[in-house]
């Protein structure tokens, strides 16, 4: 047991930050946030309600500059305020702006925030164990060495997240009758969209693998549903 205190000491305090980092996020978007009602957009969203057998799915405006999306760990969907005057302005359309909505609704459906919670206490662990490690080697940098592999590990498991919840959302547009186009079109607008603007994202925003790479596996899985 004892010898084990290493491993059991960073999962926990991984643990307990994960839930404080949740809970200031809740906070923080319950002071920040108001629900969407945009008529072109709700007829949009209870499409893919009525597809899921669903009575609605609701949609909040978080009140940030930065174009993105967001699964809170609690469920609930928002679209930053930046990413709506987008819409606003023409330059996204409403489907585009819902294919947001359904891949967001796939890190719900998908249990992705559990899993980031396992990801995050496991991942700390990992840094702590490994440091200790690579410090008896190399001493002094280990920790720096130990930082780095521990953020490649989480870089890839969280772009594992992003491809499955564009698969979940590529087969809900599809079921909804909007279908895959806007998904595709909207990767094409982002890159111009996000890099326009700057600020600190939190967490849970969503990531952005490489985009082309993410229209290819779009592409993929839309040629299983559409024959
Ligand atoms: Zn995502």
């Known amino acids: 047991m004892l010898k084990l205190l290493p491993i059991l000491l960073p999962v926990l305090y991984g643990l307990v930050l994960y839930h404080f980092s949740v809970w200031r996020t809740h906070r923080e978007l319950d002071a920040q946030s108001t629900r969407l009602a945009d008529p072109k957009l709700k007829a949009l969203t209870d499409r893919m309600a009525a597809a899921l057998d669903i ?121 909804s009758g909007i279908g895959a186009a806007p998904q595709k079109t909207l990767f094409g607008k982002l890159d111009a969209l996000t890099k326009s603007r700057s600020g600190v994202m939190p967490a849970w925003l969503m990531s952005h693998p490489e985009t082309q790479d993410r229209v290819a596996a779009i592409e993929k899985n839309e040629a299983k549903w559409v024959r």
């Open 55 to 175: 009575a609605e799915i609701p949609v909040h405006i978080y009140e940030i500059d930065p174009v993105n999306g967001l699964a809170a760990p609690d469920g609930r969907i928002f679209i930053t305020r930046g990413f709506y005057n987008e819409y606003r302005q023409g330059r996204v359309s409403a489907e585009e702006l819902s294919s947001v909505i359904a891949h967001e609704l796939g890190h719900v459906a998908l249990g992705h925030a559990r899993k980031r919670m396992i990801d995050f206490a496991g991942q700390n662990a990992m840094r702590t164990v490994l440091a200790m490690m690579i410090s008896r080697l190399l001493p002094g940098i280990g920790v720096y060495i130990a930082n780095i592999l521990t953020r490649l590990v989480a870089a890839g498991l969280s772009r594992g997240d992003e491809y499955e919840a564009d698969a979940y959302a590529t087969a809900l547009l599809i079921k």
